[in-house]
């Protein structure tokens, strides 16, 4: 009875009430469909949906290491080129089969015969063993040329009737990897990996630049190489950045220099690789001897094949592998990890060739269960526009570093730390993820990635996010990663502060 009284009171409304209640309903219904989540509202499905990767090729995985669980991904088995996030894969296999105390050799030999008066009717070698730290600003024994000297001294030797030799024999000579592109040969970051490394393999260009439009002038390289000839075809112009590019073979004298750079700088550095690292170790390592009072009778040279017999003076030792791969991931040096990645292939061959490297790198992955068929591998640093890997390939690396590996605190370790070092510095510095992820990144054109360990509510994670061609900036990429991340990772409610992003 009384339900018929109320849906009877409700039919006799005054039709303005009766209309302002269906307004009310209206707008009630309207805040419901907005402030209610979708299903397209989780923050994978945010990420994936925005206009910035509409047409992306986009691979994601994100895992609990406790339990297992794997708590968001999208594609995670879809290839994508992964810039330098393949150095997780380079670094960790180099740990794994080497070890954390591995140490190149660089070695000092003679060959011919030694006079009781101290004179060397011979040669003196310097045998390279792929060490990439000698003469590095990044690691490794800054006086190592002055051992050097003393241990000719110590042999007895005070004249070289021969030449001071470099044999970089024990990689091939190729120097560059094949997929590396022109546009890329000639400059720091594409520097080639020989048997003998020096300084980086990395040289500064100081120029003199006048008015826009002129030709900036060379005053200096530093070092100094007597054997390097430039052509310069840089443009002065109103950037104020630096836009030069080296193009030039591996071994060969020659670098053209095209591009622009700031006008009216009385100096400003571009950066080149050394196209003959070998060559200009044995004119320093000369000039130290020479300076020390022992005379060499014939001028440098280099040489990738001797069969001499030769003996053993002196064997320097680089630091321990484990901190050249520290310094490689923190500051993304393409040098080292080309190093270590071909120092692999000696494993079962007599040189160190890039395509040795590969058989026993995927030759250890493939024993260890890992799906090389979501990999494909064609350098070891990541600047082949060639190479693909997926988010679940990387994961499972990471996974396997973390809670299977004896070097699991030395590969962590290894890796930059968010908002505080190396290439991570900047990233996702002043928010509630700042120290709380260990990861490496990687940028070429085109692309950006990153892949590591995130610490949140006692647990750890191990995600991989690859991003091939958005239709935007690299830091708009950048900040949508980010932003994946905080959300999947939000701060814990009971200790919230406020967030400022840099």
């Not at 006086?143 to 000297?149: A, G, I």
């Not at 060499?296 to 003996?311: D, E, H, Y």
């Not at 040098?335 to 030759?363: D, G, P, Q």
Request: include cysteine; glycine fraction near 6%; charge should be positive.
């Amino acid at each position: 009875m009384l339900r018929n009284k109320i849906k009877k009171t409700t039919l006799n409304l005054n039709p303005k009430i009766k209309s302002q209640m269906k307004n009310s309903i209206g707008l009630l219904l309207l805040i419901q469909f907005i402030f209610t989540p979708s299903k397209a509202e989780t923050p994978i499905e945010r990420f994936t949906t925005s206009p910035l990767l509409k047409n992306a090729n986009v691979s994601v995985m994100i895992k609990n290491l406790e339990t297992g669980k794997i708590t968001s991904a999208y594609r995670p088995e879809n290839v994508a080129i992964p810039a330098s996030t393949l150095k997780l894969v380079t670094t960790a296999s180099a740990l794994e089969m080497l070890g954390a105390d591995f140490r190149f050799q660089t070695k000092l030999e003679i060959d011919g015969e030694l006079s009781p008066k101290g004179i060397l009717n011979g040669n003196l070698f310097i045998l390279g063993g792929g060490d990439p730290t000698l003469g590095s600003k990044y690691i490794g024994d800054p006086d190592f040329l002055t051992k050097w000297v003393n241990a000719v001294k110590n042999a007895g030797i005070n004249k070289i009737n021969g030449r001071i030799i470099a044999d970089e024999s024990l990689y091939e000579d190729e120097g560059v990897n094949p997929h590396w592109t022109w546009e890329d040969l000639g400059n720091y970051y594409a520097a080639g990996a020989y048997g003998i490394s020096y300084l980086d393999n990395t040289f500064a260009l100081i120029l003199n630049s006048g008015a826009v439009g002129t030709t900036p002038k060379i005053i200096r390289t530093e070092p100094e190489m007597s054997f390097l000839n430039i052509d310069n075809h840089l443009i002065s112009s109103t950037i104020d950045f630096d836009s030069a590019y080296f193009h030039g073979a591996p071994h060969s004298n020659l670098r053209v220099l095209r591009g622009e750079i700031p006008a009216n700088r009385r100096e400003f550095s571009v950066k080149g690789d050394i196209p003959n690292p070998g060559l200009l170790l044995v004119e320093h390592f000369q000039n130290e001897l020479i300076k020390n009072g022992i005379t060499i009778c014939q001028p440098p040279a280099n040489i990738i094949q001797n069969t001499t017999v030769r003996k053993l003076i002196f064997s320097q030792d680089s630091p321990p592998l484990k901190d050249i791969i520290t310094q490689t991931n923190i500051h993304s040096i393409n040098l080292f990890a080309e190093s270590i990645f071909r120092y692999l292939a000696l494993k079962h061959a007599s040189v160190a060739s890039t395509r040795n490297a590969i058989t026993e790198m995927r030759n250890f992955l493939i024993s260890k269960g890992f799906p090389v068929d979501e990999l494909f591998l064609n350098d070891g640093c990541g600047l082949s526009a060639t190479d693909a890997v997926s988010a679940n390939f990387l994961v499972k690396i990471l996974e396997y570093m973390k809670t299977k590996s004896q070097n699991r605190i030395e590969f962590y370790n290894s890796l930059p730390i968010a908002g505080e070092n190396g290439t991570l510095k900047k990233f996702l510095a002043g928010t509630h993820l700042q120290g709380k992820v260990h990861a490496k990144s990687g940028t070429i054109s085109g692309v950006k990635t990153y892949a590591g360990y995130v610490e949140s509510n006692s647990k750890t994670y191990a995600f991989a996010i690859l991003v091939n061609h958005a239709y935007g900036s690299s830091k708009r990429v950048t900040t949508a990663i980010e932003d994946l991340l905080l959300k999947t990772f939000p701060l814990n409610s009971k200790n919230k502060i406020k967030q400022t992003r840099h």
